[in-house]
């Protein structure tokens, strides 16, 4: 219920527009992203090096109206590329469609993701937004992977059509980023029961690493807090003799850090996705949503 509660909070426009403004809230942001600035998601990838973790820079804000506002978005991240590649940083960068003006115009979309793919070598990241964007993303990322082998896109495993998204995608030997989904759906059109989540999202995983052991140059990025998940990714990767070098564990800033370091410790790829900007709001209650207990995080901002 609490997490239904938060997921509708996220899409509320008079919440959005206000919660924001307490400075209680603003601070409880901090839990899951280093700072608003572009500065700030770079300090905390050149950290993250450090402690031998590569990172993925996400600009927050989505539903983007114009192609001016999408245009800017695209600005930006030009920027970033251009920053990431000066300061020799593992980064690669992750973009929302709508946040490049899939809502209306998914050319355009198209045109600005691919524009990005050519101001860079390393990945771009297609993030998977609620449901009735799969197929225009999908559409999206088909026609990118014709132009260059640099994109990836996210599958939720909470999708009910996710198995089978996959399973048409992998002649394309794709990158894929496996999660379980963030985004309020109803159950015809995503697994109620966590346990089917849990077991879609293993299924994804294995059919991605089976392919990788046949030949396939897909690439699986393993996208989860979720131990038992990380450890089942690990094993099916160990028996179908799939290199270490050849997948990757992703995880969120400030979320299971020790798993993070563990993990990068014992020789696997890590990568974390750092989130920065002003808009905030929306994916910071789906963050909250994932784990109410984060609510207390909150309430001990607003007793400050
Ligand atoms: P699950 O929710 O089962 O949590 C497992 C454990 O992880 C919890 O018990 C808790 O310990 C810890 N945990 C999880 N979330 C937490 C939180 N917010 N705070 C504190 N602890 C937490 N989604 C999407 O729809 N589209 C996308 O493009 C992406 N992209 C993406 C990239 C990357 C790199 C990651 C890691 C995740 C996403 N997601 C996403 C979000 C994803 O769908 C999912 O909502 C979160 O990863 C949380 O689910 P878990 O897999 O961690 O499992």
Redesign the pocket.
Known sequence: MLRRTLLWASTNPFLAERLPRYGFVKRATRRFMPGEELSDALAAARELADGGIAS?LTLLGEHLTADSQADEVHDHYVTVLERIAELGLDAEISVKPTQVGLDFSSEGAHARLLSLMRATKSRVWI???SAEHVDATLDIFRGLRQEGDNVGV?L?SYLRRSLADLEALLPLDPSI?V?????REPPEVAFPS?GDVDRNFVKMTALLLMARAAGSSATTIV????TR?LAEAGRLAYELGVDKRAYEY???YG??EREQRRLALNGHRVRV?VSYGAAWFAWYM??LA??PA?LWFVAKQLVR
């Open positions: 993925t993030d998977m937004e996210c939720q980023r999660v379980k989904g963030a985004y966590k996208a989860t807090h979720d998940m992703s995880m969120l979320i299971a996705l789906r963050r994932e784990r984060n």
